[in-house]
């Protein structure tokens, strides 16, 4: 071993460093290799330490969510299972390089990580094409059977509204949906008005404002506030070229954050209710909107479940939609959900616009056929109950939800 001092002499002094580190070639060769001996082993108890930290993350926040707790923090974790699985990829890759292989806890943390990273995956597997598509591809049929809807989350404080109307204009869909949608958005929406005759208007400066614009007309329409008493809906029926009537239902619930909701129950209870409320509608149904939660939660996953609806994204794509500005941070959780009278002509994201969500754009065709090829995910005793309870917590029941053109 070296002593203080000879160690402290190994080291190039301040007057030296400028010289490219001659003062250290200078030193002895078994001090240098000392030192080198000493780095290495300092770099690799930290690699270590830092891959324990990541690890000890990496599971706690995959058992989290497991605890079906609602509060924000908890509901948080199923948000970024596509990160997870690249972080317990990361791990596994570099455990090898970090521990003995022959111990027998390297083998226990290679099979825990493995099962982790087997497990997130599970959640976002339907929305790669190594799954098979839930909603088929449109067949051709009659154009008029055929409608596009444009849903875009503006970001209330975004300024860019000419970005907006020039995606609209290029686009040209049949109906537009626009949320955080305030009275000076109107204004400058009011632009559109000329080319969409048939409007639905709840500017709200709370970030929960709604618009609809739609050139095909609308009926039996009402605008209501389902769980908050400031988080509006939207809920109409939707004619066809072809006189085919649509049901059509925009939702924003709130998310569960820190500067909103504490939980997700207010959020949970509006989706289910919606959902309980169009199985069996008389009409082809369409859900949009804003749902602050990802496509492959527990909550959605209940929803597609007791509504009985498709999720076009089911073996194409995640479709990401928020956040715009953050490309390593992105979670589809703008959303189009259908029922089994619709096949799938085409769905893209679109620009961005200056909003933190990107716009995206659906067109769907109705073929009556397509709902003896197409099932989606089905609801047990269990499902059913689960989704009662979360009614319950915040007492509201699915029979409050206007069903267009039902007389409800």
């Avoid at 289910?272 to 199985?279: L, N, T």
């Avoid at 679109?350 to 769907?364: A, K, N, T, W």
Wanted: glycine share 6%.
């Amino acid at each position: 071993m070296l002593d203080a001092p000879q160690l402290q002499g190994c080291w190039p002094s301040a007057g030296n460093v400028g010289s490219g580190g001659a003062a250290f070639s200078r030193v002895p060769t078994n001090k240098r290799r000392v030192w080198r001996t000493i780095g290495s082993l300092h770099m690799t108890v930290m690699l270590s330490w830092t891959w324990w930290v990541l690890w000890a993350l990496f599971i706690a926040l995959t058992l989290l969510p497991l605890s079906n707790k609602t509060v924000w923090w908890v509901r948080g974790a199923d948000f970024p299972r596509t990160q997870f699985v690249t972080l317990g990829l990361a791990l596994l890759a570099t455990l090898p390089l970090l521990f003995d292989t022959e111990h027998g806890l390297t083998w226990a943390l290679l099979a825990a990580t493995a099962l982790a990273v087997g497990y997130q995956a599970w959640w976002i597997l339907p929305y790669t094409r190594l799954f098979p598509q839930e909603v088929k591809n449109a067949d051709g049929g009659a154009e008029d059977d055929r409608f596009t809807l444009l849903s875009v989350n503006v970001l209330m404080t975004n300024r860019r509204t000419e970005a907006l109307l020039r995606i609209v204009r290029a686009e040209r869909p049949d109906v537009l949906v626009t949320l955080e949608t305030n009275r000076e958005w109107e204004r400058a929406l009011a632009a559109l008005e000329a080319d969409y005759p048939h409007q639905l208007k709840c500017p709200l400066e709370n970030l929960y404002g709604m618009h609809l614009y739609s050139r095909l007309p609308l009926e039996d329409s009402k605008i209501q506030f389902l769980v908050e008493e400031d988080k509006p809906s939207m809920h109409t029926l939707v004619v066809l070229r072809s006189g085919r009537r649509v049901c059509l239902h925009c939702l924003h619930p709130a998310p569960p954050s820190p500067t909103e909701n504490e939980t997700s129950r207010e959020r949970d209870a509006e989706l289910v209710m919606v959902g309980r409320s169009v199985a069996g509608a008389r009409y082809p149904v369409v859900v949009s909107g804003d749902l602050n939660d990802v496509a492959w939660s527990a909550t959605t996953r209940l929803f597609r479940k007791v509504s009985g609806l498709l999720d076009p994204r089911v073996g194409r794509g995640m479709y990401n939609t928020f956040h715009a500005e953050h490309w390593f941070c992105r979670w589809p959780v703008d959303h189009f959900f259908h029922s089994d009278h619709f096949a799938l002509v085409r769905l893209k994201r679109l620009p961005q616009c200056g909003s933190d969500h990107f716009p995206v754009m659906i067109e769907l065709a109705c073929e009556p056929q397509a709902e003896h090829e197409q099932e989606g995910l089905e609801a047990d005793a269990d499902d059913h109950h689960e989704a009662q309870e979360k009614q319950a917590k915040e007492a509201v029941s699915e029979h409050a939800v206007h069903r267009p053109g039902e007389g409800r």
